[in-house]
């Protein structure tokens, strides 16, 4: 079992910034893929960005540039840096992670930008 902890949300305005973190309770090294999704109310959970176990990223075309995910390996754990935070990235984020055939999810942390 893969425990995730997920912390940094909070209340920012328009144009702040904001970094997520989510902590493991195993070595990020038995992860395929680690990465963010959000989801906003009345709206479908989407990909924020991801990180594969070669160091590979994928981010949502929404990002435009904005967002950097990345991963510390000896405090297990993976960021994910928010720039230029717009009031529509308003959401609640998860941290989600692959091992093997299994997925595991954070609890979520919630990110509200004002105008």
């Known amino acids: 079992q893969v425990q995730l902890v997920e912390s940094g949300g909070g209340l920012v305005q328009a144009g702040g910034s904001l970094r997520l973190s989510c902590a493991f309770s195993?070595?990020?090294?038995?992860?395929?893929?680690m990465g963010w999704y959000r989801q906003a109310p009345g709206k479908q959970r989407e990909l924020v960005a991801s990180?594969?176990?070669?160091?590979?990223?994928n981010y949502g075309d929404f990002v435009k540039g904005r967002f950097t995910i990345s991963r510390d390996s000896p405090k297990n754990t993976v960021y994910l840096q928010m720039n230029d935070l717009k009031p529509e990235d308003t959401a609640v984020y998860y941290c989600?992670?692959?091992?093997?055939?299994?997925?595991?999810w954070g609890q979520g942390t919630q990110v509200t930008v004002s105008s």
């Open positions: 990180i594969t176990s070669g160091g590979s990223t």
């Open positions: 195993v070595s990020i090294f038995s992860f395929n893929v």
């Open positions: 989600k992670v692959i091992r093997s055939v299994s997925a595991y």
